[in-house]
C-alpha cells in the first residue's frame, strides 16, 4: 500500500505524525530524554518519523502499562511532539532513541487505531496548544521559591549538578521552569501526566513545587533511613568479619566451639547440679541471655563467668563427715601435744553431731600469742572431721568487699573471699579458718569486720549475701575456726559471736615434749640424717629453750633445732665429725649456736636486805622479777624506775600506803616517811613492764629495807596488794610457777584465791615447789623475811620482843647498803 505523505509546517496549528505509545514514562516540552524502544510497531514509527515526517513523532502515554496493543480510549488526549535527535540500534535488536520535547499536542481520540490495522504504525493528526506566558510579582515570588527548593534538592540528589541547577535558576518562565523540573523528579506517571495537562503555566508551576517538596521530603527520610541501615549494615558486617577471623583463629588453635552448643553444654550441667530453685532459675535467665550475645562482646565474658561461678559453688553437696570421736582423738593427739581443752571442745562438738541430724554451724576461735599451733590445730580438725580445709588470712584486709564481694556493675568483679574459697572446694561443709582475724582495719571502703558479723553469725549465716553472687548462700555447714593473737583489737559484736578458746604458751616441759617427740624426729628426716648420725640430748635441748629462745610457741626452737642439724650433715658430708655417733649435749650447745641470745633470771646466791623475787607473765611465758628497794636521806620522796606502767606505779604507792598504816607494828615512827626518800627499781630497764601481781613483791622489798631484814633468796611472790593489806589473785600462774621452778625456787607465795589454777600447772611442777596460800600481806612478810617469826615483825600492844623494844626506843636512822 502506498499513501502520499503530508508534512506541515512547524507554526501550522496541525500536524500529522506517526504516534508512539509510552509505558510509564511521560515526555514534557524542553526536555531531553533517552529512552529504549523494543515494540515493533514503535521501531516502525520511529523510523519513519526520520525518513518522511521531518524526524517528529507525537509521543503519548498509555493508560493500562500493561497493554501491548493499546486502543484510541487507552491512551491519554494530551502528548508531547518530539523530534528525533539521534537513534542507534542495539544488538538485541530493540533501539535506544534520544528524543527532544518540541510543544504539547492534543489528538482527537475519536480517531480510530484499529481502522489503520493495514498500517506498521498508526499516523494521527495532533493539535499544538496554545500557553499563556505567565508574569507579575507572584510569579517572581513563585519562581524564588521553587528556586529555593532546587537547591535544596540538589544537596539531596547528587545526579543533579551544578550546572543542571544553575540552568534552572536561569528560567523565568513559569511553564517552562515547570516542565524542566518535572524531568528531574521520580514521581507517579499518573500525576506527572496531571501536570502535563495543565495548560496554565502558574498553575503548572504550584503543582510540580508541591511534587518537588514530595520528592525532597522524601529523599530526606530515604536518606536518614539509608544512613541508619548503612551504619547498620557496616556494624553488621564488621562483627561478621571479625566473628568470621576469630571462628578462623580458633579453628586454627583447636578451639572451635560454637557458642549456642557452649550454652546448651552450661544448661545441662545446670539441670545436673544439686542447688536451691532460686539460684537453677537464675542460671536459666543468665545462660538464655548468653546465647543472644556475640562470643566477641564484651558482656558476653561478664555473663559467662557469672555462670561460671553459680555452677562452681558446691551449693547442696556436703561431704560425709568422721564422728568416730576414739580416731579423732587419736589423731588430734598424733597431731599436737598438749591444747586439752580446744581437743576436749572438738571432741564434743563430734559427739553432739553424732546425736543430732544437723548440727548448727560452730564458729571457734583459737586466741593465743604466735606459733603455740592455732592454725595447725585448724588444719587437724578439719584431718580429724573428714572435712576439707580452708585457709583464709584476713591479716592487712581493709575492704568489705574482700569478704562481700563486689556489685557485677564493676569492672573486673569478682566474689568476696568466702565463696571464691568455696569455689575450689567439692563440698559446702569445709572447715575454713580465718587467720589472724584480730589485724583486720578500717577505711573509707568499709569495715571487713562487720561484714564478717554476717559470715559468723549462725542465726544469719544460712542465707549469706554476696555482692556478686546476689543470691542467698547457706553457710550454716561450714565449720569456721578464727585465730588472733589478742582479743583487744577485734570488735566487741565480733566477739559475742565467737567461742573463745585461749591457746597458752607452752611451759618449758611441754616444749621439751613437743621438740623430742615432734620436732626433732621432722628436721632429723628433712636433714637427711638418721638416728645413728646424731643424738641430741635432753640438756642440750632445755639449753636451747632457755638461752636461744624466748617465746610462747615452738617457731624458734624448731628453727635453732634445725641449725643444729645443718651443722651436723656439714661436718658428716665434709668428714670432719668425729667417728660413730654425733653427740650434742649441753656443753657443745653454743658451739654450733654460738653465745647465748638470752638469759633468765635465777635467785640470788643469798638473801639480801631490800631485794625480793617476784614472777612475771610474758607472751613468752614466765620471768623472775627482782625488785630493789633502797632508802637515802631525804624528804619523803618516792621514785619507781625500771620502765614500768601506770599500774605498777599505782601498786608501788599502794605498797608503801600499807607500809605507813602498819607503822605503829613495825616500831617505825609515825611519820619516818619524811626523814627518808625511797628508790624501788624493777631491773632490765629496756623491757616494759605493768601489771598489779609486783603489789606483795614490791610491799616485801619495801619493809625489807626499812626492818633492815633480809628477804629469803629462796622465795619468790606473787600477788595485787590493796591499802588495807588484802592480797588479791592474779593472772598467768601457769607460766609463773614454771619460770620459778627453772629459777631454782623453792618456795612459792600466792593469793589464796588461785588455788582453782594449780590444776593447770604440771606435776612436776608442783612436786618441787612449796606452795604458800595467803590472804593478807601479813601472812606473807613471816614467810618472805628471813629466820624472823610473826612476833618479830609486828609488834602489838602484847608483844615485848627485845629487837622490836630496841627499834622503838633508839632514834630512828636511814639504814645505808
Not at 541501615?229 to 568470621?244: G, H, T
Not at 556478686?468 to 561450714?478: A, G, H, Q, T
Request: proline letters at 5%; a negative charge.
Amino acid at each position: 500500500m502506498s499513501e502520499k505523505t503530508v508534512i506541515l509546517g512547524d507554526d501550522s496549528p496541525e500536524i500529522k505524525v506517526p504516534l508512539m505509545t509510552l509505558r510509564e514514562v511521560v515526555m514534557f516540552p524542553r526536555t531531553i530524554v533517552p529512552l529504549y524502544v523494543g515494540r515493533k510497531a514503535s521501531i516502525q514509527a520511529v523510523e519513519q518519523a526520520l525518513e518522511k515526517y521531518n524526524k517528529k513523532i507525537f509521543l503519548v502515554t498509555q493508560k493500562n502499562p500493561g497493554d501491548e496493543e493499546p486502543g484510541s480510549d487507552d491512551l491519554f488526549e494530551v502528548g508531547v511532539v518530539c523530534k528525533i535527535l539521534q537513534m542507534m540500534r542495539m544488538p538485541d535488536g530493540t533501539i535506544k532513541v534520544l528524543f527532544e520535547g518540541s510543544y504539547r499536542a492534543r489528538w482527537s481520540s475519536q480517531e480510530s487505531l484499529l481502522e489503520q490495522q493495514d498500517r506498521p504504525f498508526p499516523v494521527v493528526t495532533v493539535e499544538r496548544v496554545q500557553e499563556d506566558a505567565g508574569s507579575g510579582t507572584e510569579v517572581k515570588a513563585l519562581i524564588n521559591l521553587v528556586q529555593g527548593a532546587i537547591k535544596r534538592f540538589s544537596g539531596i540528589n547528587k545526579k543533579l549538578t551544578q550546572d543542571v541547577v544553575k540552568s534552572l535558576n536561569s528560567i523565568e518562565d513559569p511553564g517552562r521552569l515547570a516542565d524542566m523540573i518535572m524531568s528531574h523528579l521520580k514521581v507517579d506517571f499518573q500525576k506527572a501526566q496531571k501536570v502535563l495537562e495543565i495548560m496554565e503555566p502558574v498553575t503548572r508551576l504550584e503543582e510540580a513545587y508541591g511534587l518537588l517538596l514530595n520528592q525532597i521530603e522524601y529523599s530526606e527520610t530515604e536518606q536518614k533511613i539509608n544512613s541508619r541501615v548503612k551504619e547498620q549494615v557496616e556494624a553488621n558486617q564488621k562483627n561478621y568479619y571479625l566473628n568470621e577471623q576469630l571462628k578462623a583463629i580458633q579453628k586454627e588453635m583447636g578451639a572451635d566451639q560454637d557458642s549456642g552448643a557452649e550454652a546448651d553444654e552450661l544448661l545441662e550441667r545446670l539441670e545436673a547440679k544439686a542447688m536451691p530453685e532460686e539460684a537453677r532459675e537464675k542460671g536459666r535467665k543468665e545462660i538464655q541471655k548468653l546465647k543472644q550475645i556475640p562470643p566477641s562482646s564484651a558482656e558476653y565474658t561478664v555473663v559467662r563467668n557469672y555462670v561460671d561461678c553459680i555452677l562452681d559453688l558446691p551449693w547442696d553437696e556436703l561431704k560425709e563427715t568422721c564422728q568416730d570421736i576414739d580416731q579423732a582423738a587419736r589423731i588430734l593427739d598424733e597431731d599436737h601435744f598438749g591444747l586439752e581443752k580446744p581437743k576436749e571442745r572438738i571432741l564434743e562438738y563430734l559427739a553432739v553431731q553424732t546425736l543430732v541430724e544437723k548440727l548448727q554451724g560452730q564458729i571457734l576461735c583459737f586466741v593465743g600469742p604466735p606459733g603455740v599451733g592455732k592454725t595447725s590445730l585448724a588444719r587437724s580438725i578439719s584431718r580429724a572431721t573428714d572435712r576439707e580445709f580452708v585457709r583464709l588470712s584476713l591479716g592487712g584486709v581493709r575492704d568489705e568487699a574482700e569478704i562481700r564481694g563486689h556489685r557485677r556493675t564493676y569492672i573486673g568483679a569478682l566474689p568476696g573471699k568466702i565463696l571464691q574459697s568455696l569455689k575450689r572446694k567439692e563440698y559446702n561443709n569445709p572447715v575454713i579458718c580465718l587467720d589472724e582475724v584480730d589485724k583486720m582495719s578500717t577505711d573509707f571502703r568499709g569495715d571487713p569486720s562487720s561484714a564478717l558479723l554476717e559470715v559468723l553469725d549462725p542465726e544469719q549465716n544460712y542465707a549469706f549475701s554476696d555482692h556478686y553472687l546476689d543470691l542467698d548462700y547457706d553457710l550454716s555447714n561450714v565449720f569456721f575456726i578464727t585465730t588472733a593473737n589478742t582479743l583487744q583489737t577485734i570488735p566487741w559484736a565480733l566477739r559475742d559471736r565467737m567461742e573463745i578458746i585461749r591457746l597458752p604458751g607452752y611451759l618449758e616441759t611441754e616444749k621439751m615434749k613437743i621438740a623430742r617427740s615432734f620436732l626433732l624426729p621432722k628436721q632429723l628426716k628433712r636433714h637427711g640424717l638418721k638416728e645413728d648420725q646424731v643424738h641430741i640430748s635432753d640438756g642440750a635441748v632445755q639449753e636451747v629453750i632457755r638461752k636461744y629462745t624466748r617465746e610462747a610457741g615452738v617457731r624458734n626452737l624448731e628453727r635453732e633445732l634445725a641449725s643444729v642439724y645443718r651443722k651436723v650433715a656439714k661436718k658428716i658430708v665434709q668428714g670432719t665429725a668425729s667417728e660413730g655417733r654425733v653427740l650434742v649435749n649441753k656443753n657443745s650447745v653454743s658451739s654450733y649456736l654460738g653465745v647465748p641470745n638470752y638469759r633468765h633470771e635465777e635467785r640470788e646466791d643469798k638473801a639480801r636486805v631490800g631485794l625480793s623475787v617476784g614472777l612475771a607473765w610474758t607472751e613468752m611465758g614466765g620471768e623472775l622479777l627482782m625488785i630493789e628497794a633502797v632508802l637515802m636521806a631525804g624528804t619523803g620522796k618516792i621514785e619507781v624506775t625500771g620502765t614500768i606502767g601506770d599500774v605498777m606505779q599505782e601498786s608501788a604507792k599502794a605498797a608503801l600506803s600499807y607500809v605507813r598504816s602498819r607503822t605503829h607494828l613495825f616500831g617505825l615512827k609515825p611519820e619516818f616517811y619524811k626523814e627518808v626518800d625511797i628508790h624501788i627499781h624493777i631491773p632490765e630497764g629496756a623491757t616494759p613492764k605493768d601489771g598489779p601481781s609486783a603489789g606483795i613483791t614490791m610491799s616485801t622489798a619495801l619493809v625489807s629495807a626499812l626492818l633492815n631484814m633480809p628477804v629469803d633468796n629462796a622465795v619468790a611472790m606473787t600477788g595485787e596488794i590493796t591499802l588495807r593489806g588484802r592480797v588479791l589473785p592474779i593472772g598467768g600462774l601457769r607460766e609463773k610457777l614454771l619460770a620459778a621452778h627453772r629459777g631454782r625456787v623453792s618456795k612459792v607465795i600466792i593469793p589464796r584465791e588461785n588455788n582453782k589454777d594449780l590444776k593447770d600447772v604440771p606435776r612436776e611442777i608442783l612436786r618441787d615447789l612449796e606452795i604458800v596460800q595467803v590472804d593478807h600481806m601479813d601472812e606473807v612478810l613471816p614467810q618472805a623475811l628471813v629466820n624472823v617469826q610473826s612476833e618479830e615483825i609486828f609488834c602489838g600492844p602484847a608483844s615485848d620482843f627485845s629487837l622490836i623494844n630496841s627499834l622503838r626506843k633508839e632514834e630512828y636512822q636511814p639504814q645505808r647498803h
